[in-house]
């Protein structure tokens, strides 16, 4: 079982940027596929970016490419997301989760294949 603490977020005026850390617990994280979720009221949680166990292979979600960036550093058991040129509607809760059970060059792109997840950390953008 892994654990998942996230942290980096707040409050960023609209063109800032954050960069988001999720942290597991273990010493096996490169074992995980690590994705990153979002979710704003009265909307559904959605994947923002995806990272595969070795970090060669990366996802992006449409509203945040050329935006965001996704990142691992197997060595410190993290995964980052790197926020630019933020905007008020990227204001969410952002979670990350992990999964065991895909191939090592597999990015996990649905949300119910994720066994693992953190409590989240929120982002505000204000314009």
């Known amino acids: 079982q892994v654990q998942l603490v996230e942290s980096g977020g707040g409050l960023v005026q609209a063109g800032g940027s954050l960069r988001l850390s999720c942290v597991a617990s273990?010493?096996?994280?490169?074992?995980?596929?690590m994705g990153w979720f979002r979710h704003a009221p009265g909307k559904e949680r959605a994947l923002v970016a995806a990272?595969?166990?070795?970090?060669?292979?990366?996802y992006l979600a449409d509203a945040v490419k050329g935006r965001f960036t996704i990142s691992r550093d197997n060595a410190k058991n993290t995964v980052y997301l790197q926020m630019n040129t933020l905007k008020p509607e990227d204001t969410a809760k952002y979670s990350c989760a992990a999964d065991r059970n895909s191939r090592t060059y597999e990015i996990v792109t649905t949300d119910w294949k994720y066994e693992y997840w953190g409590q989240g950390t929120q982002v505000t953008v204000s314009s």
């Open positions: 990272i595969n166990k070795s970090g060669s292979t990366t």
């Open positions: 273990g010493r096996t994280f490169s074992s995980y596929a």
